[in-house]
């Protein structure tokens, strides 16, 4: 059926239109347009051969009506709208009426295009002199339906490069085809996630400082407020740790640990006064060592007791002492597990050394102070409370500025080993002068001790004789002389002569007026400094003076000697 039809539409139909048609309405224009019409279906004219095979389905533009088909709509170019903007679906105007009728079809249209708007007539050709063809529509070729597109899923983002193409922009597809950020209204372009998660933690962060600073400012305030008025629970001071218990063996502390159980305190009462020194353990026999004028007021009916550092207390008697030394040794009875003080050198001590006092200043028993050597061989002298200088003791002590007060006298004065290196003994006092504990003034860092070596000499001679030996050099001296250095008197106590007779002063060729101003190689002032360099040895020693007689100087070498008396 579509053979037949369509040979008929494209050969007779066809050729009538191009030929006989053409022919009849140029030679009748003007004239009446269905006899026009007639004379072209009647007078068929050959037209010519089309380029292209015949199309068996008649469909545009390869069927008829051929290069003579309706054109499309002329589409005008509209503004662009910025990126990104929403455009509503373009309305498709109504097809206009056809001017003239077009002959039924002599097929039937498929059932699809039923509903199909007509198309759209192309605008009319500008005029051309001469007659012009009439339109015909062979009945055997469909009517072409208005193209509708369908609605279609949005491509994926980067898979078709014409996707974003905009005709009216600068640039090519492929030009415009790299831009594949999704855009906004403004027209800038969106961040990316990552960008977004950047961003986002930034924000945090900030934030999180923010609160921060202000929770800490509130907090402070706050804890001011409370701690300024006291509220809350009661107050808990805060304490430091533990302390380890070892000490270092040189260390102060290390020091009074080992010579506090061989220091004690005595309490000497007589019939007309009372005092407290302190002393330390000699031996395991109970031999106690102490100053002379700590036991002195006990006398020979007074009572002494003495308190170990384990709060112990024993009675103790009067083994022997010395005024001249102002050195006393006491014993106790029946005290067993008793730790004696070791005894140092003297004699190897430098200035600067440090020291350590133990005594009970002020009856303050066990007391512990510390300080340094400040000078050795200070020639001083205490007491002189008797009329005739019975109770004067002569020191060639060591300095100390470790504080000593009253109730220290006796106590040892220990190195960094804990050995004894002195017996405290004197102070000076800013008000009463040198002192042996016999006022109530202070120290104020002039302390001295007697040096252990002559005090062990001493010490001994009480424990084995009872008492003590001096050194002299057998004359008397004018202790009232203002001149510099010991001059020798005019006559003795007695009324004798001041060199005694056989003695070490007159086998050396000294002489009455005769001064003094060396002795051992050093320089002595006064009378009494004379006595200390010359207590400061042993009897039998060897000491050189340096004598002056009629402004003339010079040295003379003897043998000391030995007395019981001061």
């Known amino acids: 059926m579509r053979g037949e039809a369509g040979g008929d539409s494209r050969g007779d139909a066809g050729g009538g239109i191009q030929g006989g048609a053409g022919g009849a309405v140029r030679e009748r224009a003007g004239g009446d347009a269905v006899a026009a019409e007639e004379a072209s279906w009647a007078a068929p004219v050959e037209r010519p051969k089309p380029l292209h095979d015949p199309d068996p389905y008649s469909t545009p533009p390869y069927g008829e009506p051929g290069p003579w088909a309706p054109a499309p709509p002329v589409q005008h170019p509209a503004a662009t709208p910025a990126h990104g903007t929403a455009v509503s679906a373009p309305t498709t105007p109504p097809p206009a009426a056809p001017t003239a009728p077009l002959p039924a079809p002599t097929a039937p249209l498929p059932v699809a295009m039923a509903h199909a708007p007509a198309p759209v007539p192309s605008a009319p050709a500008p005029h051309v002199p001469g007659p ?85 400012g509130v907090g402070g305030a706050a804890g001011a407020y409370v701690q300024r008025e006291g509220f809350g629970d009661d107050v808990r001071l805060p304490q430091a740790g533990s302390v380890p218990a070892g000490r270092a063996p040189d260390s102060v502390a290390g020091i009074a640990a080992r010579a506090l159980p061989s220091v004690v305190t005595l309490h000497v009462r007589g019939a007309d006064e009372a005092g407290t020194g302190t002393g330390f353990v ?30 112990d207390t024993v009675k103790a008697k009067v083994v022997g002492r010395d005024s001249g030394y102002d050195l006393a040794v006491v014993q106790v009875r029946g005290v067993h597990g008793l730790t004696p003080l070791p005894l140092g050198n003297s004699d190897d001590v430098e200035v ?151 003695g070490p002063g007159e086998r050396a060729g000294l002489k009455a007026g005769d001064v003094i101003t060396e002795a051992g190689g050093e320089r002595v002032h006064t009378g009494q400094e004379l006595i200390v360099k010359i207590r400061a040895h042993r009897p039998g020693d060897r000491l050189r003076l340096t004598v002056e007689r009629d402004g003339i100087e010079r040295e003379v070498s003897l043998v000391l000697g030995a007395s019981e008396q001061n």
Do not use: C
């Not at 969106?190 to 800490?216: G, H």
């Open 132 to 216: 012009a063809p009439a339109p015909h529509v062979p009945a055997s070729a469909p009517a072409p339906a208005a193209h509708v597109p369908a609605p279609t899923a949005p491509a994926p983002e980067g898979s078709d490069p014409w996707g974003r193409y905009d005709p009216w922009a600068g640039g090519s597809a492929k030009e415009q085809a790299p831009v594949r950020e999704p855009l906004q209204q403004t027209g800038a372009g969106v961040p990316t996630e990552q960008q977004r998660k950047r961003s986002a933690r930034r924000i945090l962060f900030a934030w999180t400082l923010v609160v921060a600073l202000f929770s800490a």
């Open 282 to 311: 000699l031996d395991a026999e109970g031999h106690i060592l102490t100053n002379n004028h700590v036991v002195e007021p006990a006398g020979t009916g007074g009572e002494i007791s003495v308190t170990f550092s384990s709060g």
């Open 352 to 502: 600067g050394d440090p020291v350590v006092a133990i005594g009970a200043p002020f009856d303050l028993a066990n007391t512990v102070t510390s300080g340094i050597i400040s000078a050795k061989e200070r020639p001083i002298t205490a007491g002189g409370e008797k009329s005739d200088g019975s109770d004067v003791s002569y020191v060639d002590a060591l300095q100390t500025d470790a504080p000593i007060n009253p109730g220290n006298s006796g106590g040892p004065l220990l190195d960094s080993r804990a050995q004894v290196i002195g017996i405290n003994s004197a102070i000076r006092s800013a008000g009463s002068g040198s002192e042996a504990d016999g006022g109530q003034a202070g120290s104020i860092g002039l302390g001295f001790a007697i040096p252990v070596n002559q005090a062990k000499r001493v010490a001994e001679e009480l424990i084995n004789d009872g008492h003590a030996t001096h050194p002299v050099i057998g004359v008397t001296l004018d202790m009232g002389y203002t001149g510099d250095g010991a001059r020798i008197d005019s006559k003795s106590a007695s009324g004798g002569s001041a060199v005694t007779r056989g």
